[in-house]
């Protein structure tokens, strides 16, 4: 099996221990959504953590297992992947924010680890350091 806390060294290391592990922090969520592209192959507009808890509040959702910014970054992952579709509306997003964060089989640091598998796939280093 892959054991992802073996690779890239020490930043890595003490980022996932200050972090609580696989988690993102505001630093490593703005890093993560600035890769993230619209329909149109652009880059997104991200939200910010403000709008997300605004949208969360309208549409009457409440998170039970997030854990960092975790949830900012599946909003703006969101906002990446549904643009331009029916289900790019705000609803929607907030709808699907739910279902990933608090997912009942998911593994604990599973949202942030995938991103960093894209990543790996990708060829795109990750500059732990930056996150700390």
Not at 92 to 106: E, G, L, N, Q, R
Request: charged share 30%; net charge negative.
């Amino acid at each position: 099996m892959y054991d992802f806390n073996t690779i890239q060294g020490s930043d890595k290391m003490m980022y996932l221990a200050e972090n609580g592990g696989w988690h993102f922090n505001e630093k490593a969520c703005d890093y993560a959504v600035r890769y993230l592209k619209g329909k149109d192959n652009k880059p997104i507009k991200p939200y910010t953590k403000q709008e997300v808890d605004d949208m969360l509040k309208r549409q009457n959702v409440t998170l039970e297992n997030n854990k960092g910014w975790d949830y900012v970054y599946v909003a703006n992952m969101a906002k990446s992947d549904m643009s331009g579709s029916p289900l790019a509306d705000e609803k929607s997003i907030a709808a699907y924010i739910k279902i990933v964060i608090d997912d009942a089989d998911a593994a604990d640091g599973e949202i942030m680890g995938c991103w960093y598998v894209k990543m790996i796939f990708r060829r795109i280093p990750v500059e732990w350091g930056e996150f700390l």
